[in-house]
């Protein structure tokens, strides 16, 4: 397998979804789009977003840490902030590592 560094953006996944079904390019972009807004709708409450096969993403709340100024050394606190992680599932990490389409 190589390692391909391109990347996707929105258009080529509805243009490659609407080849594999017989439903139109703007109704492909319209359930997409809404299914982005509820995803992130959701994880802006807090909520953990569970797609089996998939993965999985969730907002965690980073503590407050202590740090340095990379430059002049100087000690810095970090704020504590919310972070999304995605933990893929066990298909998408198979899928990856083989390199299988």
């Given at each position: 397998m190589t390692y391909n560094q391109n990347s996707m953006r929105k258009a080529n996944i509805v243009a490659e979804i609407a080849e594999k079904v017989d439903i139109s390019q703007k109704d492909?972009?319209?359930?997409?789009?809404?299914?982005?807004?509820?995803?992130?709708?959701?994880?802006?409450?807090?909520?953990?977003?569970?797609?089996?096969?998939?993965?999985?993403?969730?907002?965690?709340?980073?503590?407050?840490?202590?740090?340095?100024n990379p430059k002049t050394g100087e000690v810095i606190t970090i704020p504590k902030k919310i972070a999304l992680v995605f933990k893929p599932g066990k298909e998408l990490k198979k899928k990856v590592e083989d390199g299988s389409v």
């Open positions: 492909i972009k319209e359930v997409i789009e809404a299914f982005f807004l509820e995803v992130g709708n959701s994880l802006a409450k807090g909520n953990r977003i569970e797609l089996r096969g998939f993965g999985v993403f969730k907002p965690i709340l980073r503590k407050e840490k202590i740090g340095r």
